[in-house]
Structures are given as structure tokens and as C-alpha cells.
């Protein structure tokens, strides 16, 4: 192959790498981050929940803790599944524990957390519901189960010195349903439950 055949080869893929580069790397990128803004702003801007004075509370899409800075739950708040994302609700380190259902480490933990949670709510241990001793594949789930959000129902409302009947109302009204009606289970956003309970 000659020096002109081969120059000829190389200006033929710096074009294609620079019409690609173009094409796929900014227009592609700039239409569709354009149809997200224009047809979904909400999604496309992260899914952020706002408290009533319109500050960003966080995402509907995450997670987070509603305990103090050693990890004690706050009774005046509902609290979410137990996260395994690096220190606790890390969204830079997504991940589960991956201990297997016989590991003796996730069945002390689940011992320990039933037993802080049972103290907590005043429910008896054999009565909760597994997502509130269990982390999700994330670590970062934002959704509890109803039967965990109504759980806690006495606490708050105690904590609060709100009836049991208007915070059972609140978390009634927050249940989401099944994606499509028929896909996974019926779920309650904590961020967004946690922000209504703040309007009452």
C-alpha cells in the first residue's frame, strides 16, 4: 500500500469519526435532552420534590434517611427501607449487600433492625413487613410498602400530637397503584408523604 492510499484512508475515517462525533455525540444528545424538556420537564429534571417554601427536598426517585446524625429514627417522621448505598442512602454508591438469604450477617442485621423497629413503632416483631428491615437492590428505594407506611402511623401521629385517624387519611391518600394497574405492587413515596405530613 502506498504513502497516497494510505493518507486517502486515514482523511476518509477523520471525516467519519468527525460526522459522527456530530451527529450522534451532539445533535443526537441535543434533540433528545430538548423532547425530555419540552415533553417531560419534571423527569428530565431529576424528579425534585420541593418543600412548601419551594425549596429542592430531594428526589422522588431516591431515597433518604429521616433520622439523626448516629442513625436514630425520628419519631415525628416516616421512615424509609433500610439502605445498603455506601454509609446509608449514598446515591453515588447504588448497591445492594448482595448477602444471600442464609448469610449470618444479613440475618443480625434483620434481627436488629426488627428489634429497633418493633421498639420504635410499638408493634410486635412478627408483624412487620419485610421492606422495613430489608435494603432493595439499589439501596436508594423511595417507596415503602402501605402496610409499613400504616405501621407507623401511631408513632407520628403521637409524635406530632396529630389524631391516628388524620395521619392514617395522609398515608391512605398517598398510596400509589400498580404501574400500568397490573405491574409490581402498590407503593407510598417517604418523601412525599414526609412533605404532606410537614403541610398539615
Same mark, same amino acid.
Request: glycine share 8%; charged share 20%.
Given at each position: 500500500?502506498?504513502?497516497?492510499?494510505?493518507?486517502?484512508?486515514?482523511?476518509?475515517?477523520?471525516?467519519?469519526? /468527525?460526522?459522527?462525533?456530530?451527529?450522534?455525540?451532539?445533535?443526537?444528545?441535543?434533540?433528545?435532552?430538548? +423532547?425530555? =424538556?419540552? +415533553?417531560?420537564?419534571? =423527569?428530565?429534571?431529576?424528579?425534585?420534590?420541593?418543600?412548601?417554601?419551594?425549596?429542592?427536598?430531594?428526589?422522588?426517585?431516591?431515597?433518604?434517611?429521616?433520622?439523626?446524625?448516629?442513625?436514630?429514627?425520628?419519631?415525628?417522621?416516616?421512615?424509609?427501607?433500610?439502605?445498603?448505598?455506601?454509609?446509608?442512602?449514598?446515591?453515588?454508591?447504588?448497591?445492594?449487600?448482595?448477602?444471600?438469604?442464609?448469610?449470618?450477617?444479613?440475618?443480625?442485621?434483620?434481627?436488629?433492625?426488627?428489634?429497633?423497629?418493633?421498639?420504635?413503632?410499638?408493634?410486635?416483631?412478627?408483624?412487620?413487613?419485610?421492606?422495613?428491615?430489608?435494603?432493595?437492590?439499589?439501596?436508594?428505594?423511595?417507596?415503602?410498602?402501605?402496610?409499613?407506611?400504616?405501621? =407507623?402511623?401511631?408513632?407520628?401521629?403521637?409524635?406530632?400530637?396529630?389524631?391516628?385517624?388524620?395521619?392514617?387519611? +395522609?398515608?391512605?391518600?398517598?398510596?400509589?397503584?400498580?404501574?400500568?394497574?397490573? +405491574?409490581?405492587?402498590?407503593?407510598?413515596?417517604?418523601?412525599? /408523604?414526609?412533605?404532606?405530613?410537614?403541610?398539615?
Amino acid at each position: 500500500m502506498n504513502t497516497r492510499t494510505l493518507a486517502r484512508q486515514w482523511w476518509v475515517a477523520v471525516r467519519a469519526m /468527525l460526522v459522527f462525533t456530530v451527529v450522534l455525540g451532539i445533535a443526537y444528545t441535543a434533540a433528545v435532552s430538548g +423532547l425530555g =424538556q419540552l +415533553l417531560f420537564p419534571h =423527569q428530565a429534571n431529576g424528579s425534585i420534590v420541593e418543600t412548601a417554601d419551594g425549596k429542592a427536598a430531594g428526589s422522588s426517585l431516591l431515597g433518604q434517611s429521616f433520622t439523626t446524625k448516629k442513625g436514630a429514627a425520628l419519631p415525628e417522621w416516616f421512615q424509609s427501607r433500610p439502605s445498603a448505598a455506601g454509609d446509608g442512602y449514598d446515591a453515588t454508591a447504588s448497591s445492594a449487600s448482595n448477602y444471600g438469604p442464609n448469610n449470618k450477617d444479613l440475618i443480625a442485621a434483620i434481627k436488629e433492625r426488627k428489634a429497633a423497629v418493633a421498639s420504635s413503632d410499638g408493634v410486635d416483631a412478627s408483624t412487620i413487613p419485610a421492606d422495613a428491615v430489608t435494603a432493595s437492590g439499589s439501596g436508594l428505594d423511595p417507596d415503602i410498602s402501605p402496610a409499613y407506611a400504616l405501621q =407507623q402511623v401511631d408513632r407520628v401521629a403521637a409524635a406530632r400530637n396529630l389524631s391516628k385517624a388524620t395521619v392514617h387519611r +395522609l398515608v391512605e391518600s398517598r398510596i400509589e397503584g400498580r404501574e400500568a394497574g397490573y +405491574l409490581g405492587e402498590q407503593t407510598v413515596n417517604v418523601l412525599e /408523604l414526609n412533605l404532606a405530613l410537614a403541610r398539615l
